[in-house]
Nanobody, 127 residues
Framework: QLQACGGGLVQAGGSLRLSCALSGRTFSRYSMGWFRQAPGKEREFVSSISSSGSNTDYEDSVKGRFTISRDSAKNTVYLQMSSLKPEDTAVYYC??????????????????????WGQGTLVTVSS
């Protein structure tokens, strides 16, 4: 139900855009998030966007470099990554959480808040 793509090998300072499509669900009712897991490390929050699309949040190390957005017409969330660093190397996962209308502006940053997960896409940044 979640299909992520866009990972690859890029040099430090380069850019990549990750995409994640949600199928079979009402996209506008889902908070969307990106997490990553580097080898030997725990999964960590990267970014999230509320189901309304009006609120976004970022992990401190990616602020100013990554941008999350969503396209309701395509049922897709994006993570535009710029000024990539070797420490951004990880498997990136997208996640979705159903929200009632009363929670349309809530941001979700904990992995255990999310109901659905994509398969992960590998981002490798070379120095």
């Amino acid at each position: 139900q979640l299909q992520a793509c866009g990972g690859g090998l890029v040099q430090a300072g380069g850019s990549l855009r990750l995409s994640c499509a949600l199928s079979g669900r009402t996209f506008s009712r889902y908070s969307m998030g990106w997490f990553r897991q580097a080898p030997g490390k725990e999964r960590e929050f990267v970014s999230s966007i509320s189901s309304s699309g009006s609120n976004t949040d970022y992990e401190d190390s990616v602020k100013g470099r990554f941008t999350i957005s969503r396209d309701s017409a395509k049922n897709t969330v994006y993570l535009q990554m710029s000024s990539l660093k070797p420490e951004d190397t990880a498997v990136y996962y997208c996640a979705a959480k159903f929200d009632p209308l009363s929670s349309a502006y809530i941001l979700r940053t904990r992995w255990d808040e999310y109901n659905y997960w994509g398969q992960g896409t590998l981002v490798t940044v070379s120095s």
